[in-house]
């Protein structure tokens, strides 16, 4: 597992999915743990899960594009991301 301040994805709110799905938000570098993630692989991608609120990044087919969310963990290709 790699834990990894990301700058760019930051604050990921404390919402359970129960409540519905969250979204992250930029916010300047804080050095704080609603900033840090952990990015680790999964399927043929990795995850990248919030230290804070053990949701992960979720970009399901219907959001490409416009808006990811955070959502628990399931193991489906929504989750799984590439870096290049």
Request: no cysteine; charged share 5%.
């Amino acid at each position: 597992m790699l834990k990894h301040s990301l700058q760019g994805l930051a604050r990921a709110a404390l919402l359970a999915s129960a409540v519905g799905p969250t979204h992250p938000q930029m916010w300047s570098a804080n050095g704080t743990v609603d900033q840090q993630w952990v990015i680790q692989p999964s399927g043929s991608g990795y995850s990248i899960t919030s230290v804070q609120s053990n949701l992960v990044v979720d970009g399901a087919a219907n959001q490409v594009g416009v808006n990811p969310q955070m959502y628990n963990a399931n193991g489906t290709v929504d989750q799984q991301w590439m870096f290049q």
